[in-house]
């Protein structure tokens, strides 16, 4: 059994520990300590890095009460050896992870949920509840969440002697070796990985995301050092807007919602003016026979369905208008509503063609060549 010296000083950095085994394994090497500050990979908190003298721990891991840390080196047995783990990648870990169980708590102590999933890595955090969660109820949560760091509530990492008529949160039935985590007038909770002393180490807890997940929520959050970055993107994201718009950095979502407005009314304008083009453009054509084809560069089906229909209005029989590619064609055709059934029918019959239409307009694709296309309109003229 190795001595876990983080399980009563979470915020030890720096400790003396004697090697007891060093052996060989696939990538490096696994050391064994006689105590360690290292926490191992557990209740969803990833293991600590760091060293031990100037050598690199890039894992660790728990089996049956003896800690492995997965070192780069080999270290000589018997050799008395000083740990430094990375203490701001462990305090960030606390931090969300002190958060989660506030989180966890309230939302037990409010809904009656359970916390079924919990994920934390150097980048993210969810949380799975067992219920759904209204935004107003997230919002509730984490105000009550905040609360608790505001009152500065203290946080008692123990192991019970007897744990009858003691109430706690579990994920496990375990019947011994329960450690708990107890936030004061908050939350109590069994869990093995070391947490912030009180509830003021956190600084803010967000509730930034939710989603339904299998019958119940999934949360995203963050807390403390992790919350400030993330609220300096997002300043730096409202400043950068603020200043393409013009518009305090208050009102963006206003001023956004006034721009798309714009665009709209702009695009309503434009197909007004394309519309009044196409027509005047139908009028230049030099249209002869009962059936014609135009093939146009870079119009898209509305484009297509002007000219159809302005040169059907123009000059009466069967008007085709084509845009695209060869093999890749776009159309709209336009005529009487009886001749062009027929007629469609047999273009569709002799051709590659998708689409349909009703009340003397057809639109669809033909994929065709354009020679393959005249040929087809040429014979059935
Ligand atoms: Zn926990």
Not at 25 to 44: C, H, S, V
Not at 161 to 171: A, I, M, Q, T, V
Not at 182 to 207: F, L, M, Q, R, T
Not at 310 to 320: F, H, M, N, Q
């Amino acid at each position: 059994m190795t001595e876990k010296l983080y399980d009563n000083d979470s915020h030890l950095k720096e400790f003396g520990a004697t090697v007891i085994e060093c052996y060989e394994k696939a990538d490096g090497y696994f050391t064994i300590l006689d105590r360690t500050a290292f926490f191992p990979e557990g209740g969803g908190q990833p293991s600590d890095t760091g060293y031990l003298d100037d050598v690199r721990v890039y894992d660790v891991r728990e089996k049956d009460g003896v800690i492995y840390h997965y070192t780069t080196k080999q270290l000589e047995v018997g050799k008395k050896i000083t740990g430094t783990i990375d203490f701001e990648r462990r305090f960030d870990f606390m931090q969300q992870h002190t958060g989660e169980h506030i989180i966890s708590g309230i939302v037990n102590s409010l809904y009656g949920y359970n916390n079924v999933g919990f994920h934390l890595s150097e980048t993210e955090m969810t949380m799975d509840f067992d219920g759904m969660l209204t935004r107003e109820n997230l919002i509730e949560i984490e105000r009550q969440a905040n609360e608790v760091i505001y009152r500065n509530a203290k946080i008692n990492c123990y192991y019970p002697e007897n744990l009858k008529d003691l109430e706690y949160r579990s994920k496990l039935d375990l019947q011994s070796g329960v450690r708990i985590v107890e936030i004061e007038d908050c939350d109590s909770c069994a869990c093995c990985a070391p947490h912030v002393n009180s509830a003021s180490e956190i600084g803010i807890i967000k509730i930034l995301d939710f989603a339904k997940n299998k019958g119940g929520i999934r949360i995203w959050a963050v807390c403390g050092r992790r919350a400030l970055k993330d609220y300096n993107n997002r300043y730096f994201n409202d400043l950068e807007i603020s200043a393409l718009l013009c518009s305090p950095q208050n009102e963006i979502a206003a001023a956004v919602k006034k721009q798309l407005e714009n665009i709209e009314s702009l695009k309503y304008q434009i197909g007004g003016l394309k519309k009044r083009i196409i027509e005047s453009f139908a009028k230049t054509y030099k249209v002869e026979g009962q059936i014609s084809a135009v093939f146009q560069d870079g119009f898209d089906i509305k484009d297509l369905q002007s000219l159809a229909d302005s040169l059907y209005k123009e000059y009466g029989g069967i008007r085709a208008v084509f845009s695209g590619s060869e093999g890749e064609y776009s159309f709209a055709i336009c005529g009487d509503a009886e001749k062009l059934d027929a007629w469609f029918k047999e273009f569709k019959g002799r051709l590659t063609v998708r689409g349909g239409g009703r009340n003397g307009m057809v639109q669809g694709t033909v994929q065709n060549t354009k020679g393959e296309i005249l040929g087809v309109i040429n014979e059935l003229d």
